[in-house]
């Protein structure tokens, strides 16, 4: 089986940062794309950033400039450093990650749990 368990988030005031992280585990061949979602109260859930195997990055305009998306490949690890904070950030973030699990299947989606992000203003 496959896990991914984020860590990081908290209560942070505005104008803090915070520095999240994910590490994917258990049965894994290769891994593609990584990202992070969030989904704030009474919202959809949105993408915030993905990053690529080669190292392409795409961020939300809400974000882009103020959160940086990172990988370790030889961790298996996904980071997103979020600078600038304010309380519209506030939302639980999940990240996710493309994964085959032997070199004969197919890629599919895991998910995190989800770690909560509060920004007090």
């Known amino acids: 089986q496959v896990q991914l368990v984020e860590s990081g988030g908290g209560l942070v005031q505005t104008g803090g940062s915070l520095r999240l992280s994910c590490a994917a585990s258990?049965?894994?061949?290769?891994?593609?794309?990584m990202g992070w979602y969030r989904q704030a109260p009474g919202k959809q859930r949105e993408s915030v950033a993905v990053?690529?195997?080669?190292?392409?990055?795409k961020y939300a305009d809400s974000v882009n400039g103020r959160f940086t998306i990172s990988r370790d490949n030889a961790k298996n690890t996904v980071y997103l450093q979020m600078n600038s904070l304010k309380p519209e950030d506030t939302a639980v973030y999940y990240c996710?990650?493309?994964?085959?699990?032997?070199?004969?299947?197919?890629?599919?989606?895991?998910w995190g749990q989800g770690t909560q992000v509060t920004v007090s203003a």
């Open positions: 996710n990650a493309d994964i085959r699990t032997n070199s004969w299947s197919n890629e599919r989606k895991y």
């Open positions: 258990g049965t894994i061949f290769s891994i593609n794309a």
């Open positions: 990053i690529t195997s080669s190292g392409s990055l």
